[in-house]
């Protein structure tokens, strides 16, 4: 399973989203069908271009609980002041990527910040 962990500020557009998911991919040499599932943490909910990324790429987008997210930041690669005050972990859209890509899951590098939005990408530990 490899997971997109997306991080975002307020009011991003659904363009912005996609852009940064297929910019993170492609730094990776992965084609957007790699991706099985979209991932963020339960601030971002209600942030409907993240959601409408979701939709326009027929992907789910898993919402990561707070507890979730802090057990898996000491696995991120980057580190926010800001998103570690806020969501209590050092990168939303890597720490999301790894929680829902599930135990021994790996990020494939630091997460690409493109304008408004990061994307990370992890697989998960049962993959070949």
């Known amino acids: 399973m490899m997971v997109a962990g997306i991080g975002s500020r307020k009011g991003v557009s659904?363009?912005?989203?996609?852009?940064?998911?297929?910019?993170?991919?492609?730094?990776?040499?992965?084609?957007?069908?790699?991706?099985?599932?979209?991932?963020?943490?339960?601030?971002?909910?209600?942030?409907?271009?993240?959601?409408?990324?979701?939709?326009?790429?027929n992907l789910p987008v898993i919402i990561v609980d707070d507890a979730a997210l802090r057990g898996v930041s000491r696995e991120t690669?980057?580190?926010?002041?800001?998103?570690?005050?806020?969501?209590?972990?050092?990168?939303?859209?890597e720490a999301s990527a790894l929680a829902v890509a599930g135990a021994g899951a790996k990020l494939l590098g630091p997460r690409i910040v493109l304008g408004p939005v990061t994307c990370a990408i992890a697989i998960s530990g049962d993959a070949p």
């Open 14 to 57: 659904v363009e912005d989203v996609l852009a940064a998911i297929e910019t993170a991919l492609e730094a990776h040499g992965l084609a957007m069908t790699a991706i099985s599932a979209l991932a963020t943490a339960t601030l971002k909910k209600d942030e409907a271009a993240i959601a409408a990324a979701g939709g326009a790429l």
């Open 77 to 93: 690669l980057s580190h926010s002041s800001l998103s570690q005050e806020v969501a209590g972990t050092p990168s939303v859209s």
